[in-house]
């Protein structure tokens, strides 16, 4: 009941005229945002944020988060109309929702994915809703030690979850909390990695790690690709849409299922992108059409984009509730509260209820806004996909470049973004994950804190990560995340040569 | 991506590379691990020294590197997929160089008057725009980016003669 109180209460803050402006403001720029190459989630919210720094905290997190959904929404114009995920979430969205286009269903496909979008995301809010508030408080009993186990837990399910070599997504991580050192010390006040050059006093920005990485990279990527847009029309009207809902309870299986895996690798740092492929995947098996899948069915389009939403949603829950965020987008969010001067985690429940839950309110409205304007404007957004390349590429570049400046009004950062760009290129294409580099980066002051608290209580004895049932239970999963690959392949190792011929 | 005539035509291999940047993420392991141990990695009479954690991120950014570097080694002689294609590292080029002159313009030009500059001249030469659309284009950005940055947001960008001689 104290839940639904506040609730209200959120909503009357959300619900101000000025702050429903921004919600609409958000939702269109975050489309944008998505439906642009080179432009995603992550460094779309990094740039407009210094915009967000003369609102109010609570104004802010609803405009940002907006954009945030909005970009989600956007990934699957492009994967529908053009064949090319604007986002990496809406990869498995191409694979039935492209050839429904192909087949002059675009209207069908899209109204398909963005209810079920707009359905995944309601379902991880009501989730947020309810289990945040206890999530909070079961968390306030943490300790330096909880807290270590829990950035422990983020980082080892990268490596549990991932698909590519683990080394490598260690050493992308271990490079992020490398640059996250550098600069003076808090604690010591010693300079730390600086190697005598003032500029890297205050350290490396995760702002312009993110724009750099995933904005200049991806534009150097799309480039390579030599980009021709070649798409469909896109004809939704409201007779279209009102059939595809009447098609879309079928499908109630499959959108429950979609749901419970999105909000699950939400909460876990896993993220949006394998949660669409494993619920596609699932669907596949599942349906009674799975063989069809591919060949254009609605069901495979439901799949991966309601889980895609429910688990950028829910990956919000432990950026607020544990300040720990659980995608790159996410970090960005989290740092932007930092920027505001709010502490992200449990205190936050108790310290700051409008800000809270102004944006639980937020994340139902802006939800609900985001699916009438991208059912309404569908045609504006792909006409934006039709602007030829070479007019794109210049003018993110000059986005790009703004945002890096804005972050401290600093040109070296700037000259940051152009060496990111390089770096995230060469590592998408060597195969190093990009995402736990920024989550170190993003966490590794606090993560390091952490330990050297938990280090001070215990006087250097590591023991101290198994000393109760809760730390322990939780360094344990953190271990077994990270040797997961390990013993993945060790018991796929001892299953192929097991007597019997083919495997199941 | 890599058929059989790429690789014969050349461009970089894909294991060249992803061993040369092992080694340079081994490099830089080393460097972190020697640095905080410059700064003392151990513990002081107050708790653990500033070096402490560091320390430990790059000994394993260095075996994570050698790992990787050892793995690449093996394949060396078989893994014949090619990074870029010359072809492709020509398209990659076309906007990594433009973009880098821009910046070092911002620097010495301001952003408006390096962005309007260099979304026009990208125009006309990759885009082959005429003279007109592309000056258009680029004018129109920067003139949309100074309104909302200087005057509405206020939030100062780097500026150059031109603003300094309109008086901002």
Same mark, same amino acid.
């Given at each position: 009941?104290?839940?639904?109180?506040?609730?209200?209460?959120?909503?009357?803050?959300?619900?101000?005229?000025?702050?429903?402006?921004?919600?609409?403001?958000?939702?269109?720029?975050?489309?944008?945002?998505?439906? %642009?190459?080179?432009?995603?989630?992550?460094?779309?919210?990094?740039?407009?944020?210094? %915009?967000?720094?003369?609102?109010?905290?609570?104004?802010?997190?609803?405009?940002?988060?907006?954009?945030?959904?909005?970009?989600?929404?956007?990934?699957?114009?492009?994967?529908?109309?053009?064949?090319?995920?604007?986002?990496?979430?809406?990869?498995?969205?191409?694979?039935?929702?492209?050839?429904?286009?192909?087949?002059?269903?675009?209207?069908?496909?899209?109204?398909?994915?963005?209810?079920?979008?707009?359905?995944?995301?309601?379902?991880?809010?009501?989730?947020?809703?309810?289990?945040?508030?206890?999530?909070?408080?079961?968390?306030?009993?943490?300790?330096?030690?909880?807290?270590?186990?829990?950035?422990?837990?983020?980082?080892?399910?990268?490596?549990?979850?991932?698909?590519?070599?683990?080394?490598?997504?260690?050493?992308?991580?271990?490079?992020?909390?490398?640059?996250?050192?550098?600069?003076?010390?808090?604690?010591?006040?010693?300079?730390?990695?600086?190697?005598?050059?003032?500029?890297?006093?205050?350290?490396?920005?995760?702002?312009?790690?993110?724009?750099?990485?995933?904005?200049?990279?991806?534009?150097?990527?799309?480039?390579?690709? =030599?980009?021709?847009?070649?798409?469909?029309?896109?004809?939704?009207?409201?007779?279209?849409?009102?059939?595809?809902?009447?098609?879309?309870?079928?499908?109630?299986?499959?959108?429950?299922?979609?749901?419970?895996?999105?909000?699950?690798?939400?909460?876990? !740092?896993?993220?949006?992108?394998?949660?669409?492929?494993?619920?596609?995947?699932?669907?596949?098996?599942?349906?009674?059409? =799975?063989?069809?899948?591919?060949?254009?069915?609605?069901?495979?389009?439901?799949?991966?984009?309601?889980?895609?939403?429910?688990?950028?949603?829910?990956?919000?829950?432990?950026?607020?509730?544990?300040?720990?965020?659980?995608?790159?987008?996410?970090?960005?969010?989290?740092?932007?509260?930092?920027?505001?001067?709010?502490?992200?985690?449990?205190?936050?429940?108790?310290?700051?209820?409008?800000?809270?839950?102004?944006?639980?309110?937020?994340?139902?409205?802006?939800?609900?806004? =985001?699916?009438?304007?991208?059912?309404?404007?569908?045609?504006?957004?792909?006409?934006?996909?039709?602007?030829?390349?070479?007019?794109?590429?210049?003018?993110?570049?000059?986005?790009?470049?703004?945002?890096?400046?804005?972050?401290?009004?600093?040109?070296?950062?700037?000259?940051?973004?152009?060496?990111?760009?390089?770096?995230?290129?060469?590592?998408?294409?060597?195969?190093? !994950?990009?995402?736990?580099?920024? %989550?170190?980066?993003?966490?590794?002051?606090?993560?390091?804190?952490?330990?050297?608290?938990?280090?001070?209580?215990?006087?250097?004895?590591?023991?101290?990560?198994?000393?109760?049932?809760?730390?322990?239970?939780?360094?344990?999963?953190? %271990?077994?995340?990270?040797?997961?690959?390990?013993?993945?392949?060790?018991?796929?190792?001892?299953?192929?040569?097991?007597?019997?011929?083919?495997?199941? | 991506?890599?058929?059989?005539?790429?690789?014969?035509?050349?461009?970089?291999?894909?294991?060249?590379?992803?061993?040369?940047?092992?080694?340079?993420?081994?490099?830089?392991?080393?460097?972190?691990?020697?640095?905080?141990?410059?700064?003392?990695?151990?513990?002081?009479?107050?708790?653990?020294?500033?070096?402490?954690?560091?320390?430990?991120?790059?000994?394993?950014?260095?075996?994570?590197?050698?790992?990787?570097?050892?793995?690449?080694?093996?394949?060396?002689?078989?893994?014949?997929?090619?990074?870029?294609?010359?072809?492709?590292?020509?398209?990659?080029?076309?906007?990594?160089?433009?973009?880098?002159?821009?910046?070092?313009?911002?620097?010495?030009?301001?952003?408006?008057?390096?962005?309007?500059?260099?979304?026009?001249?990208?125009?006309?030469?990759?885009?082959?725009?005429?003279?007109?659309?592309?000056?258009?284009?680029?004018?129109?950005?920067?003139?949309?980016?100074?309104?909302?940055?200087?005057?509405?947001?206020?939030?100062?960008?780097?500026?150059?003669?031109?603003?300094?001689?309109?008086?901002?």
């Amino acid at each position: 009941m104290e839940e639904l109180n506040a609730l209200f209460h959120g909503f009357a803050v959300a619900l101000t005229p000025y702050n429903l402006v921004l919600m609409f403001i958000g939702i269109t720029l975050g489309v944008i945002i998505g439906v %642009l190459p080179g432009l995603g989630g992550a460094n779309g919210v990094a740039i407009l944020l210094p %915009l967000t720094f003369t609102m109010s905290p609570t104004s802010a997190i609803i405009m940002l988060s907006c954009i945030y959904w909005g970009a989600l929404f956007g990934g699957a114009i492009t994967s529908i109309l053009f064949n090319i995920p604007g986002e990496p979430w809406s990869v498995a969205t191409t694979f039935d929702g492209y050839p429904m286009a192909q087949q002059g269903r675009a209207g069908e496909a899209l109204t398909g994915a963005f209810t079920s979008s707009f359905v995944g995301a309601l379902v991880a809010v009501l989730m947020f809703t309810f289990l945040a508030p206890l999530v909070a408080k079961f968390a306030l009993q943490f300790g330096p030690p909880e807290f270590f186990s829990v950035y422990l837990l983020t980082f080892c399910s990268f490596v549990g979850t991932g698909k590519g070599n683990p080394f490598k997504i260690v050493a992308a991580m271990m490079l992020g909390f490398a640059m996250a050192a550098v600069g003076i010390d808090i604690v010591t006040g010693q300079l730390r990695l600086t190697f005598e050059f003032t500029e890297l006093l205050s350290g490396f920005h995760f702002l312009v790690a993110v724009i750099g990485l995933f904005g200049i990279g991806e534009i150097l990527l799309s480039m390579e690709e =030599g980009l021709s847009f070649t798409g469909h029309s896109a004809k939704i009207n409201p007779k279209i849409v009102l059939e595809t809902w009447k098609k879309l309870p079928r499908y109630w299986a499959t959108s429950i299922r979609s749901c419970i895996i999105g909000c699950w690798m939400g909460i876990i !740092p896993g993220g949006a992108t394998p949660a669409s492929f494993m619920s596609y995947g699932v669907a596949r098996k599942v349906s009674k059409d =799975g063989a069809k899948f591919g060949t254009g069915q609605l069901e495979g389009v439901i799949a991966p984009e309601t889980a895609a939403h429910a688990a950028g949603t829910s990956a919000l829950l432990p950026m607020i509730t544990l300040g720990i965020p659980g995608s790159p987008t996410a970090a960005v969010l989290l740092g932007g509260l930092l920027i505001w001067g709010l502490q992200p985690g449990p205190l936050l429940f108790v310290e700051q209820k409008d800000f809270v839950w102004g944006l639980i309110a937020s994340m139902y409205l802006g939800n609900i806004a =985001g699916l009438i304007v991208v059912l309404t404007m569908v045609p504006l957004f792909a006409a934006i996909l039709r602007v030829p390349f070479p007019i794109i590429a210049p003018v993110i570049v000059v986005i790009c470049a703004i945002g890096a400046f804005t972050v401290k009004n600093n040109m070296f950062d700037v000259w940051l973004m152009m060496v990111f760009g390089v770096v995230g290129y060469a590592f998408k294409k060597l195969d190093y !994950p990009l995402a736990p580099m920024v %989550l170190a980066l993003v966490l590794g002051d606090s993560a390091e804190s952490s330990f050297r608290q938990s280090m001070l209580i215990s006087q250097g004895d590591m023991t101290v990560f198994f000393s109760n049932w809760l730390v322990g239970s939780l360094t344990g999963l953190a %271990l077994f995340a990270l040797f997961w690959p390990l013993l993945s392949a060790l018991i796929a190792r001892l299953r192929t040569p097991a007597p019997g011929g083919a495997p199941g | 991506m890599s058929q059989d005539h790429d690789s014969g035509r050349g461009g970089t291999r894909t294991i060249v590379l992803d061993v040369a940047v092992a080694a340079i993420i081994f490099a830089l392991g080393a460097l972190v691990a020697w640095d905080s141990h410059r700064l003392g990695s151990g513990w002081s009479t107050d708790g653990p020294q500033t070096g402490y954690f560091p320390f430990y991120i790059g000994l394993i950014t260095c075996i994570c590197g050698a790992v990787v570097f050892v793995q690449g080694l093996l394949k060396l002689g078989t893994d014949k997929s090619v990074f870029v294609t010359h072809e492709q590292l020509k398209q990659v080029l076309v906007i990594l160089v433009p973009s880098t002159i821009y910046v070092l313009g911002v620097q010495f030009i301001g952003i408006y008057v390096a962005s309007a500059i260099f979304i026009g001249l990208f125009m006309r030469i990759a885009g082959h725009y005429t003279w007109l659309r592309s000056a258009a284009v680029g004018l129109g950005v920067s003139i949309c980016t100074f309104v909302m940055f200087e005057i509405w947001f206020k939030i100062p960008l780097p500026k150059g003669p031109l603003e300094n001689l309109l008086g901002y």
